[in-house]
Protein backbone atom coordinates (compact mmCIF):
# COMPACT_ATOMS: atom_id res chain seq x y z
CA UNK A 1 0.00 0.00 0.00
CA UNK A 2 1.53 3.05 -1.23
CA UNK A 3 -1.72 5.55 0.06
CA UNK A 4 -1.56 6.87 3.40
CA UNK A 5 -4.54 7.59 5.21
CA UNK A 6 -3.37 9.53 8.15
CA UNK A 7 -2.90 7.14 10.11
CA UNK A 8 -0.72 3.92 10.18
CA UNK A 9 -3.29 1.89 12.34
CA UNK A 10 -5.73 2.34 9.26
CA UNK A 11 -2.92 1.70 6.38
CA UNK A 12 -1.81 -1.86 8.35
CA UNK A 13 -5.49 -2.81 8.88
CA UNK A 14 -6.66 -2.30 5.22
CA UNK A 15 -3.22 -4.20 3.99
CA UNK A 16 -4.67 -6.92 6.22
CA UNK A 17 -8.01 -7.02 5.35
CA UNK A 18 -6.81 -6.46 1.70
CA UNK A 19 -4.92 -9.69 1.86
CA UNK A 20 -8.04 -11.51 2.02
CA UNK A 21 -9.38 -13.53 -1.24
CA UNK A 22 -11.51 -11.41 -3.16
CA UNK A 23 -11.01 -8.02 -1.35
CA UNK A 24 -9.31 -5.41 -3.21
CA UNK A 25 -7.69 -2.29 -1.51
CA UNK A 26 -10.85 -0.03 -1.72
CA UNK A 27 -13.21 -2.92 -0.55
CA UNK A 28 -10.94 -3.34 2.52
CA UNK A 29 -10.69 0.62 3.18
CA UNK A 30 -14.72 0.65 3.05
CA UNK A 31 -14.55 -1.91 5.33
CA UNK A 32 -12.32 -0.35 7.96
CA UNK A 33 -14.39 2.54 7.76
CA UNK A 34 -17.11 0.81 8.43
CA UNK A 35 -15.65 -0.67 11.27
CA UNK A 36 -14.47 2.56 12.91
CA UNK A 37 -18.31 4.24 12.33
CA UNK A 38 -19.66 0.94 14.19
CA UNK A 39 -19.50 0.17 18.27
CA UNK A 40 -15.95 -0.37 19.44
CA UNK A 41 -17.24 -4.00 20.26
CA UNK A 42 -18.21 -4.88 16.53
CA UNK A 43 -14.43 -4.44 15.80
CA UNK A 44 -12.93 -6.00 19.10
CA UNK A 45 -15.56 -8.96 18.65
CA UNK A 46 -14.48 -9.64 14.68
CA UNK A 47 -10.52 -9.33 15.56
CA UNK A 48 -10.86 -11.40 18.68
CA UNK A 49 -12.74 -14.35 16.84
CA UNK A 50 -10.74 -14.41 14.25
CA UNK A 51 -7.92 -14.86 16.35
CA UNK A 52 -9.56 -17.30 19.14
CA UNK A 53 -10.19 -19.51 15.94
CA UNK A 54 -7.07 -19.32 14.45
CA UNK A 55 -5.49 -20.65 17.46
CA UNK A 56 -7.76 -23.32 18.79
CA UNK A 57 -8.92 -24.94 15.87
CA UNK A 58 -6.88 -28.42 14.51
CA UNK A 59 -7.85 -30.46 11.99
CA UNK A 60 -8.93 -34.03 13.16
CA UNK A 61 -5.90 -36.61 13.20
CA UNK A 62 -7.77 -39.65 11.41
CA UNK A 63 -10.55 -37.41 8.95
CA UNK A 64 -8.51 -34.05 8.32
CA UNK A 65 -11.73 -32.12 9.23
CA UNK A 66 -11.57 -28.98 11.06
CA UNK A 67 -12.12 -30.05 14.86
CA UNK A 68 -11.28 -28.25 18.37
CA UNK A 69 -9.66 -31.67 19.50
CA UNK A 70 -7.40 -34.25 18.15
CA UNK A 71 -10.55 -36.20 17.30
CA UNK A 72 -13.42 -34.08 15.75
CA UNK A 73 -16.95 -34.94 16.80
CA UNK A 74 -17.96 -36.93 13.69
CA UNK A 75 -14.78 -39.02 14.31
CA UNK A 76 -15.63 -39.04 17.58
CA UNK A 77 -18.92 -40.51 17.76
CA UNK A 78 -19.74 -44.04 18.27
CA UNK A 79 -23.44 -43.85 16.55
CA UNK A 80 -22.20 -43.07 13.75
CA UNK A 81 -20.60 -46.21 11.27
CA UNK A 82 -16.96 -46.59 11.29
CA UNK A 83 -16.86 -48.83 8.49
CA UNK A 84 -18.29 -46.38 5.58
CA UNK A 85 -15.62 -43.69 4.94
CA UNK A 86 -17.48 -40.55 2.74
CA UNK A 87 -14.47 -38.94 0.78
CA UNK A 88 -14.83 -35.01 0.18
CA UNK A 89 -12.58 -32.43 -1.44
CA UNK A 90 -12.80 -29.64 1.86
CA UNK A 91 -14.38 -29.10 5.17
CA UNK A 92 -17.08 -26.96 3.54
CA UNK A 93 -18.33 -30.03 1.66
CA UNK A 94 -18.36 -32.07 5.08
CA UNK A 95 -20.81 -29.23 5.98
CA UNK A 96 -23.23 -29.83 2.78
CA UNK A 97 -23.08 -33.80 2.77
CA UNK A 98 -24.09 -33.57 6.49
CA UNK A 99 -26.55 -31.26 5.87
CA UNK A 100 -28.42 -33.51 3.81
CA UNK A 101 -28.27 -35.84 7.01
CA UNK A 102 -28.08 -39.29 4.34
CA UNK A 103 -24.53 -40.09 5.47
CA UNK A 104 -24.31 -41.98 8.76
CA UNK A 105 -20.49 -43.09 8.06
CA UNK A 106 -17.60 -40.99 8.90
CA UNK A 107 -15.60 -38.46 6.47
CA UNK A 108 -12.10 -38.23 4.97
CA UNK A 109 -11.01 -34.48 3.97
CA UNK A 110 -8.97 -34.65 1.40
CA UNK A 111 -7.82 -30.69 1.28
CA UNK A 112 -8.58 -30.22 -2.55
CA UNK A 113 -8.53 -32.24 -5.89
CA UNK A 114 -5.65 -32.98 -8.62
CA UNK A 115 -4.81 -30.87 -10.53
CA UNK A 116 -1.62 -29.99 -12.37
CA UNK A 117 -2.51 -26.73 -13.69
CA UNK A 118 -3.17 -25.59 -9.89
CA UNK A 119 0.43 -27.50 -9.41
CA UNK A 120 -1.58 -29.90 -6.56
CA UNK A 121 -0.49 -33.52 -7.10
CA UNK A 122 -1.78 -36.31 -5.31
CA UNK A 123 1.49 -35.67 -2.44
CA UNK A 124 0.17 -32.78 -1.43
CA UNK A 125 -3.41 -34.46 -0.89
CA UNK A 126 -4.19 -36.56 1.91
CA UNK A 127 -4.94 -39.84 -0.48
CA UNK A 128 -1.91 -41.83 1.83
CA UNK A 129 -3.54 -41.25 4.79
CA UNK A 130 -7.24 -42.38 3.53
CA UNK A 131 -4.85 -45.67 2.18
CA UNK A 132 -4.10 -46.01 5.29
CA UNK A 133 -7.12 -46.13 7.18
CA UNK A 134 -8.49 -48.28 4.24
CA UNK A 135 -5.68 -51.27 5.72
CA UNK A 136 -5.90 -50.43 9.12
CA UNK A 137 -9.32 -49.40 9.98
CA UNK A 138 -11.91 -52.15 8.82
CA UNK A 139 -13.28 -49.73 6.56
CA UNK A 140 -15.73 -51.76 4.15
CA UNK A 141 -16.81 -48.90 1.85
CA UNK A 142 -15.72 -45.76 0.94
CA UNK A 143 -17.98 -43.32 -1.02
CA UNK A 144 -16.00 -41.03 -3.48
CA UNK A 145 -18.14 -37.49 -3.10
CA UNK A 146 -15.91 -35.50 -5.07
CA UNK A 147 -17.64 -32.82 -7.67
CA UNK A 148 -17.93 -34.05 -11.24
CA UNK A 149 -15.47 -32.21 -12.53
CA UNK A 150 -12.65 -33.24 -14.72
CA UNK A 151 -10.14 -32.61 -11.56
CA UNK A 152 -12.72 -34.52 -9.21
CA UNK A 153 -13.12 -37.20 -11.77
CA UNK A 154 -9.04 -37.43 -11.95
CA UNK A 155 -9.11 -37.66 -8.18
CA UNK A 156 -11.59 -39.83 -8.02
CA UNK A 157 -9.76 -42.48 -10.23
CA UNK A 158 -6.38 -42.16 -8.89
CA UNK A 159 -8.12 -43.00 -5.17
CA UNK A 160 -9.76 -45.78 -7.17
CA UNK A 161 -6.69 -47.51 -8.36
CA UNK A 162 -4.90 -46.96 -5.27
CA UNK A 163 -7.49 -48.85 -3.33
CA UNK A 164 -8.64 -51.22 -5.91
CA UNK A 165 -6.22 -54.31 -4.35
CA UNK A 166 -7.69 -53.93 -0.77
CA UNK A 167 -10.78 -55.82 0.44
CA UNK A 168 -13.40 -52.62 0.26
CA UNK A 169 -16.23 -51.38 -1.69
CA UNK A 170 -15.92 -48.33 -3.40
CA UNK A 171 -18.75 -46.41 -4.71
CA UNK A 172 -19.54 -42.89 -6.44
CA UNK A 173 -22.00 -40.07 -5.87
CA UNK A 174 -25.04 -40.80 -8.60
CA UNK A 175 -24.74 -38.65 -11.93
CA UNK A 176 -27.76 -37.97 -13.35
CA UNK A 177 -30.59 -35.46 -14.16
CA UNK A 178 -30.79 -32.88 -11.27
CA UNK A 179 -34.07 -33.30 -8.99
CA UNK A 180 -36.50 -30.36 -10.51
CA UNK A 181 -34.96 -29.56 -13.64
CA UNK A 182 -36.43 -29.27 -17.19
CA UNK A 183 -35.58 -32.17 -19.34
CA UNK A 184 -34.60 -29.58 -22.33
CA UNK A 185 -32.48 -27.82 -20.40
CA UNK A 186 -30.02 -30.73 -19.29
CA UNK A 187 -26.54 -30.70 -21.00
CA UNK A 188 -26.11 -33.44 -23.12
CA UNK A 189 -23.19 -35.20 -21.45
CA UNK A 190 -25.42 -35.53 -17.94
CA UNK A 191 -28.98 -36.79 -20.03
CA UNK A 192 -26.92 -39.13 -21.78
CA UNK A 193 -24.95 -40.54 -19.25
CA UNK A 194 -28.49 -40.76 -17.21
CA UNK A 195 -29.77 -42.97 -20.33
CA UNK A 196 -26.94 -45.66 -20.28
CA UNK A 197 -27.02 -45.62 -16.37
CA UNK A 198 -30.67 -45.95 -16.12
CA UNK A 199 -32.18 -47.14 -12.89
CA UNK A 200 -35.28 -49.63 -12.10
CA UNK A 201 -38.63 -47.64 -11.83
CA UNK A 202 -39.43 -50.29 -8.97
CA UNK A 203 -35.52 -49.33 -7.33
CA UNK A 204 -36.94 -45.94 -7.18
CA UNK A 205 -39.45 -47.36 -4.44
CA UNK A 206 -36.82 -47.86 -2.12
CA UNK A 207 -35.43 -44.03 -1.51
CA UNK A 208 -38.84 -43.55 0.36
CA UNK A 209 -38.02 -46.40 3.00
CA UNK A 210 -33.62 -45.70 3.19
CA UNK B 1 -26.25 -18.44 11.52
CA UNK B 2 -28.53 -21.88 12.39
CA UNK B 3 -25.70 -23.70 10.60
CA UNK B 4 -22.78 -25.19 12.49
CA UNK B 5 -19.24 -26.03 10.90
CA UNK B 6 -18.31 -28.55 13.96
CA UNK B 7 -16.74 -25.77 15.96
CA UNK B 8 -18.36 -23.01 17.47
CA UNK B 9 -15.05 -20.93 17.60
CA UNK B 10 -15.10 -21.22 13.38
CA UNK B 11 -19.06 -20.80 13.73
CA UNK B 12 -18.33 -17.68 15.32
CA UNK B 13 -15.55 -15.80 13.48
CA UNK B 14 -18.00 -17.15 10.59
CA UNK B 15 -21.00 -14.93 11.69
CA UNK B 16 -18.97 -11.69 12.58
CA UNK B 17 -17.50 -11.69 9.22
CA UNK B 18 -20.89 -11.91 8.11
CA UNK B 19 -21.76 -8.83 9.76
CA UNK B 20 -19.30 -6.64 7.51
CA UNK B 21 -21.33 -5.44 4.80
CA UNK B 22 -21.19 -7.01 1.23
CA UNK B 23 -20.14 -10.19 3.43
CA UNK B 24 -22.60 -13.44 2.92
CA UNK B 25 -22.39 -15.98 5.21
CA UNK B 26 -20.98 -17.73 2.53
CA UNK B 27 -18.12 -15.53 1.42
CA UNK B 28 -17.60 -15.09 5.71
CA UNK B 29 -17.57 -18.96 5.31
CA UNK B 30 -14.76 -19.01 2.63
CA UNK B 31 -12.52 -16.28 4.15
CA UNK B 32 -12.61 -18.18 7.36
CA UNK B 33 -11.54 -21.28 6.01
CA UNK B 34 -9.19 -19.23 4.11
CA UNK B 35 -7.51 -17.66 7.49
CA UNK B 36 -7.58 -21.28 8.65
CA UNK B 37 -5.36 -22.54 5.59
CA UNK B 38 -2.61 -20.09 5.98
CA UNK B 39 0.09 -19.55 8.61
CA UNK B 40 -1.33 -18.82 12.09
CA UNK B 41 1.03 -15.12 12.00
CA UNK B 42 -2.28 -13.71 8.86
CA UNK B 43 -4.62 -14.47 10.64
CA UNK B 44 -3.00 -13.07 14.08
CA UNK B 45 -1.67 -10.35 12.08
CA UNK B 46 -5.57 -9.44 10.86
CA UNK B 47 -7.27 -9.82 14.18
CA UNK B 48 -4.80 -7.42 16.09
CA UNK B 49 -4.70 -4.43 13.16
CA UNK B 50 -8.37 -4.58 13.78
CA UNK B 51 -8.27 -4.63 17.40
CA UNK B 52 -5.48 -1.71 17.55
CA UNK B 53 -6.90 0.50 14.73
CA UNK B 54 -10.42 0.21 16.69
CA UNK B 55 -9.14 0.90 19.61
CA UNK B 56 -6.55 3.92 18.71
CA UNK B 57 -7.83 5.56 15.90
CA UNK B 58 -10.19 8.59 17.38
CA UNK B 59 -11.52 11.84 15.09
CA UNK B 60 -9.96 14.98 14.94
CA UNK B 61 -11.65 17.39 17.36
CA UNK B 62 -11.50 20.17 14.51
CA UNK B 63 -12.11 18.66 11.36
CA UNK B 64 -13.88 15.59 12.23
CA UNK B 65 -11.04 13.13 10.05
CA UNK B 66 -9.84 10.21 11.21
CA UNK B 67 -6.75 10.92 13.22
CA UNK B 68 -4.54 8.97 16.63
CA UNK B 69 -4.48 12.42 18.20
CA UNK B 70 -6.84 15.03 19.46
CA UNK B 71 -5.66 17.10 16.58
CA UNK B 72 -5.15 15.05 13.63
CA UNK B 73 -1.56 15.75 11.32
CA UNK B 74 -3.32 18.06 8.72
CA UNK B 75 -4.88 20.30 11.15
CA UNK B 76 -1.83 20.08 13.12
CA UNK B 77 0.35 21.33 10.11
CA UNK B 78 1.59 25.10 10.49
CA UNK B 79 2.52 25.14 6.82
CA UNK B 80 -1.10 24.60 5.57
CA UNK B 81 -3.47 27.56 4.97
CA UNK B 82 -5.84 27.27 8.23
CA UNK B 83 -8.39 29.97 6.63
CA UNK B 84 -9.48 27.60 3.99
CA UNK B 85 -11.85 24.80 4.67
CA UNK B 86 -12.55 22.04 1.94
CA UNK B 87 -15.95 20.57 3.04
CA UNK B 88 -16.01 16.74 2.25
CA UNK B 89 -18.89 14.22 2.83
CA UNK B 90 -16.68 11.32 4.39
CA UNK B 91 -12.65 10.19 5.14
CA UNK B 92 -12.30 8.97 1.53
CA UNK B 93 -12.60 11.67 0.22
CA UNK B 94 -10.17 13.59 2.49
CA UNK B 95 -7.75 11.31 1.05
CA UNK B 96 -9.15 11.64 -2.55
CA UNK B 97 -8.49 15.54 -2.46
CA UNK B 98 -5.18 15.20 -0.93
CA UNK B 99 -3.94 13.13 -3.67
CA UNK B 100 -4.47 15.93 -6.26
CA UNK B 101 -2.14 17.97 -4.10
CA UNK B 102 -3.98 21.07 -5.07
CA UNK B 103 -5.63 22.20 -1.88
CA UNK B 104 -3.08 23.23 0.63
CA UNK B 105 -5.66 24.31 3.21
CA UNK B 106 -7.52 22.06 5.77
CA UNK B 107 -10.86 20.26 5.93
CA UNK B 108 -14.07 19.84 7.35
CA UNK B 109 -15.62 16.01 7.44
CA UNK B 110 -19.41 16.36 7.50
CA UNK B 111 -19.86 12.81 7.79
CA UNK B 112 -22.29 12.37 4.99
CA UNK B 113 -24.81 13.96 3.24
CA UNK B 114 -28.30 14.86 3.59
CA UNK B 115 -30.77 12.15 2.65
CA UNK B 116 -34.20 11.92 3.79
CA UNK B 117 -34.58 8.88 1.84
CA UNK B 118 -31.81 7.35 4.38
CA UNK B 119 -32.74 9.18 7.28
CA UNK B 120 -29.87 11.35 7.34
CA UNK B 121 -31.04 14.76 8.72
CA UNK B 122 -28.82 17.97 9.35
CA UNK B 123 -28.03 17.26 13.07
CA UNK B 124 -26.78 13.94 12.14
CA UNK B 125 -23.73 15.86 10.02
CA UNK B 126 -20.78 18.48 11.08
CA UNK B 127 -22.72 20.89 9.59
CA UNK B 128 -23.50 23.23 13.31
CA UNK B 129 -19.51 22.82 13.90
CA UNK B 130 -18.64 24.17 10.30
CA UNK B 131 -20.73 27.32 11.19
CA UNK B 132 -18.69 27.12 14.44
CA UNK B 133 -15.34 27.09 12.94
CA UNK B 134 -16.50 30.01 10.33
CA UNK B 135 -17.78 31.99 13.48
CA UNK B 136 -14.90 31.64 15.30
CA UNK B 137 -11.55 30.70 13.45
CA UNK B 138 -11.38 33.10 10.79
CA UNK B 139 -12.27 31.35 7.71
CA UNK B 140 -11.47 32.95 4.65
CA UNK B 141 -12.94 30.52 2.41
CA UNK B 142 -15.07 27.30 2.37
CA UNK B 143 -14.78 25.32 -0.53
CA UNK B 144 -17.67 23.15 -0.71
CA UNK B 145 -16.16 19.72 -1.87
CA UNK B 146 -19.34 17.05 -2.36
CA UNK B 147 -20.44 14.77 -4.81
CA UNK B 148 -22.65 16.37 -7.65
CA UNK B 149 -25.29 13.99 -6.74
CA UNK B 150 -28.84 15.49 -5.87
CA UNK B 151 -27.75 14.49 -1.97
CA UNK B 152 -24.81 16.48 -2.17
CA UNK B 153 -26.34 19.29 -3.94
CA UNK B 154 -29.26 19.46 -1.55
CA UNK B 155 -26.27 20.01 1.31
CA UNK B 156 -24.45 22.09 -0.22
CA UNK B 157 -27.36 24.22 -0.55
CA UNK B 158 -28.27 23.73 3.21
CA UNK B 159 -24.71 24.63 4.20
CA UNK B 160 -24.73 27.77 2.27
CA UNK B 161 -27.84 29.07 3.62
CA UNK B 162 -26.23 28.33 7.35
CA UNK B 163 -23.26 30.48 6.33
CA UNK B 164 -23.90 33.40 3.58
CA UNK B 165 -24.74 35.74 6.94
CA UNK B 166 -21.17 35.56 7.79
CA UNK B 167 -18.18 37.31 6.44
CA UNK B 168 -17.14 34.15 4.72
CA UNK B 169 -16.56 33.50 1.13
CA UNK B 170 -18.39 29.70 -0.29
CA UNK B 171 -17.17 28.09 -3.21
CA UNK B 172 -17.59 25.17 -4.83
CA UNK B 173 -15.91 22.90 -6.95
CA UNK B 174 -15.98 23.50 -10.71
CA UNK B 175 -18.22 21.64 -13.17
CA UNK B 176 -17.97 20.44 -16.44
CA UNK B 177 -16.80 18.28 -19.38
CA UNK B 178 -14.19 15.67 -17.65
CA UNK B 179 -11.31 16.33 -18.94
CA UNK B 180 -10.36 13.17 -21.42
CA UNK B 181 -13.77 12.57 -22.54
CA UNK B 182 -14.56 12.95 -25.91
CA UNK B 183 -17.72 16.06 -26.20
CA UNK B 184 -20.04 13.56 -27.92
CA UNK B 185 -20.21 11.07 -25.08
CA UNK B 186 -20.86 13.85 -22.14
CA UNK B 187 -24.33 13.89 -20.89
CA UNK B 188 -26.35 16.35 -21.62
CA UNK B 189 -26.82 18.24 -18.30
CA UNK B 190 -23.29 18.26 -18.04
CA UNK B 191 -23.01 19.83 -21.30
CA UNK B 192 -25.34 22.43 -20.78
CA UNK B 193 -24.28 23.72 -17.76
CA UNK B 194 -20.18 23.51 -19.29
CA UNK B 195 -21.93 25.74 -22.23
CA UNK B 196 -23.75 28.23 -19.51
CA UNK B 197 -20.72 28.45 -17.63
CA UNK B 198 -18.10 28.80 -20.38
CA UNK B 199 -14.74 29.83 -19.21
CA UNK B 200 -12.38 32.84 -20.94
CA UNK B 201 -9.85 30.97 -22.71
CA UNK B 202 -7.50 33.26 -21.68
CA UNK B 203 -7.89 32.06 -18.48
CA UNK B 204 -6.81 28.22 -18.48
CA UNK B 205 -3.14 29.87 -18.80
CA UNK B 206 -3.64 30.09 -15.04
CA UNK B 207 -4.44 26.66 -14.21
CA UNK B 208 -0.84 26.02 -15.17
CA UNK B 209 1.33 28.92 -12.87
CA UNK B 210 -1.59 27.95 -10.07
Redesign the interface.
Known amino acids: MD?S??????D??V???A????IGSK?A????????RQD?S????????????????KYCHKCH????SDI???CGDSRRNHAVVCVVE???D??TVE?TGEHRGVYHVLGGVISPLDGVSPADLEIESLVERVQNDNIEEVILALSPTMEGDTTNFYIYRKLAHLPVKITMLARGLSIGNELEYADELTLSRSIRNRMLFSDTFHDKKH
Open positions: QFNSRLLTAAELKLPGTLRLALHLLKAALDLGNSIIKMRENINISECPINVKVIS
